[in-house]
């Protein structure tokens, strides 16, 4: 399977942005799907998950209330919708896939348990 990511942008603080991540070669469904993001001279962290087939989600605390996963499997795609940007949201955005899909709920937000990655999208939010 491969991943793109798209969507991202230069936008100001308060506005909303949502990233896609489409799939070839692979059911987004039939895999646990993550997206992480990684600012200049951080390390990567976990942003949410989204389980194969039922589909709960998992929000990390920095993005709940703001952020949600969500997917479209007629489209084959994963988005995440962010809402109020705050400068400190600026980072590359990458889309993961965990397949099969071993992590269970409690380890979705580990990166290391997803084995496909996207090429990342910028967004840089400006205050």
């Known amino acids: 399977v491969q991943l793109q990511a798209s969507g991202g942008g230069l936008v100001q603080a308060g506005v909303s942005l949502r990233l896609s991540c489409a799939a070839s070669?692979?059911?987004?469904?039939?895999?646990?799907m993550g997206w992480f993001r990684q600012a200049p001279g951080r390390e990567r962290e976990f942003v949410a998950a989204i389980r194969a087939g039922g589909g709960s989600t998992s929000h990390a605390d920095s993005v709940r209330g703001r952020f949600t996963i969500s997917r479209d499997s007629a489209k084959n795609t994963v988005y995440l919708q962010m809402n109020n940007l705050k400068p400190e949201d600026t980072a590359v955005y990458y889309c993961?896939?965990?397949?099969?899909?071993?992590?269970?709920?409690?380890?979705?937000?580990?990166?290391?348990?997803?084995?496909?990655w996207g090429q990342g999208t910028q967004v840089t939010v400006s205050s």
């Open positions: 993961a896939a965990d397949r099969p899909p071993t992590a269970p709920y409690s380890a979705l937000a580990n990166g290391r348990l997803y084995d496909v």
């Open positions: 070669g692979g059911t987004l469904r039939s895999y646990n």
